[in-house]
């Protein structure tokens, strides 16, 4: 993929569906009884790979016009798979199947790609090992593939030394087998999409602060689930219609879960004109229309409880930073490390070699922003953040900007650089 600078971006764009809401919407249809129709669903791999085991289990999912629509074999329903369950390059679909795969009478395998076989497991495999699961990685380092076989699940109160999603997701699809409540606390709220879609299933998950219980209950029931824009494909629009001169986009329907706005917040400190239009909320996930236009930015510091929503964002917010008037400092962002690739690292090379001001740091990075960027030959580490971070810089670079492994876009937003194009028009 070869990119140029561009002197205006202009244009409607819609964005395809959440991601994290598209996964968890396949794992509780398939969980659920009776029927689960899906709007919006994102066509990506990820997602296709979470489809995909769940058929590998017996549950039917159809794709047509769009629509996904999985007829749901209920809690106890899931069959042996014959194979190994394949998670591709997805993260979410690895940990919280685990999480329901601890519940199951079956043994099962669970594995993804190199980079999946790279990712810390141990933060799943011991908190599920205490509500009595029997998982294990299977070349005792840690990471996948992982055996489980079936055991009697119990409730606990975990206190979580990192803030994720994915961890708590995990325990509380294991904690719908579990005898007694399941308890999850982290240090900062992370995205809180599993609760909210559970409750609308017929589920008991209550919140308090930090701290989210789950009552397991008998049965979930199959319903309409509309997926609404994912706001971490958004990011990357919402930075080009910031950084790139003349330009003006409005992004349609794109999900603002406050769990997840942090990218939003990060862009008016900035001094970015960002406009939320037209705000509605479906099934507890609230969407809007996002109008940018291009501002002056300036540096800020961003740290604390901002940083789970918006830890995705991070590597394009480090291309505004560079875009942007002084110093901007990203701290408590360590799990960016562990992520597809070591996105701190690929961060730093990559705009290094475009000629910013950028030094990673042990949580995070510093941007001393307003150096001209030049093209470069980016490696991308075929981790779909960085690639379309990138080519997000290439819009504001003096000269060619060539990223060979581009290809993993596919990942989250298949369409990202058709879409980057259609505003170049
Ligand atoms: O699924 P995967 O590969 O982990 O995806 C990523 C991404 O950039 O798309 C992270 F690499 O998003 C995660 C996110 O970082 C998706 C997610 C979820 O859907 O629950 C939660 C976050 O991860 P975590 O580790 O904080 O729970």
Do not use: W
Request: aromatic content about 4%; hydrophobic content about 40%.
């Amino acid at each position: 993929m070869k990119l140029q600078k561009a002197s205006s971006l202009k244009g409607e764009i819609t964005i395809p569906g959440d991601k994290s809401i598209s996964h968890r919407a396949i794992m509780l249809g398939s969980l659920a009884k009776g029927t689960t129709k899906v709007t919006g669903f994102l066509m990506g791999e990820d997602c296709l790979s979470t489809i995909d085991c769940f058929r590998k289990m017996g549950v039917s999912v159809d794709i047509a016009e769009g629509i996904v629509t999985i007829e749901g074999l209920g809690l106890h329903g899931l069959k042996a798979p014959k194979d190994v369950l394949y998670t591709g390059n997805s993260g979410t679909t690895t940990r919280i199947l685990s999480g329901i795969l601890c519940g199951q009478r079956f043994t099962s395998q669970i594995n993804g790609d190199e980079s999946i076989q790279k990712r810390p497991m141990k933060r799943i495999i011991d908190p599920l090992s205490l509500m009595g699961a029997d998982i294990r990685s299977i070349n005792d380092n840690g990471c996948a593939p992982m055996e489980i076989r079936p055991a009697a699940l119990h409730g606990i109160n975990y206190d979580s030394k990192i803030a994720s999603a994915q961890l708590k997701s995990a325990l509380l699809f294991a904690g719908l087998y579990a005898e007694g409540n399941t308890s999850f606390t982290e240090p900062y709220l992370s995205r809180n999409h599993t609760e909210i879609m559970m409750n609308s299933f017929g589920g008991n998950v209550i919140a308090q602060g930090t701290t989210t219980t789950i009552t397991p209950e008998p049965a979930f029931t199959g319903r309409e689930v509309f997926v609404p824009g994912d706001i971490s494909s958004a990011a990357f629009f919402i930075v080009a219609g910031l950084i790139t001169p003349n330009s003006e986009i409005l992004i349609k329907n794109v999900g603002i879960n406050p769990t997840r706005m942090g990218i939003i917040s990060v862009c008016k400190e900035m001094g970015g004109n960002v406009e939320l239009q037209n705000e509605h909320t479906t099934d507890g996930e609230p969407y809007a229309d996002i109008l940018v236009r291009t501002s002056d930015l300036h540096g800020i510091t961003i740290e604390g409880n901002i940083i789970p929503t918006l830890i995705d964002e991070l590597p394009v917010i480090a291309v505004m930073a560079a875009c942007a008037k002084g110093t901007t400092t990203i701290k408590d962002a360590a799990e960016l490390k562990v992520k597809e690739s070591n996105r701190i690292d690929y961060m730093v090379s990559n705009l290094s070699a475009m000629g910013a001001d950028i030094v990673g740091t042990d949580d995070g990075m510093i941007i001393t922003g307003g150096k001209a960027l030049h093209g470069a030959t980016i490696d991308s580490a075929k981790d779909h953040r960085i690639a379309m971070s990138m080519a997000i810089a290439s819009l504001v670079a003096e000269g060619e900007t060539h990223i060979p492994d581009y290809e993993c876009v596919n990942i989250s937003y298949p369409d990202f650089f058709s879409t980057l194009e259609s505003l170049k028009l």
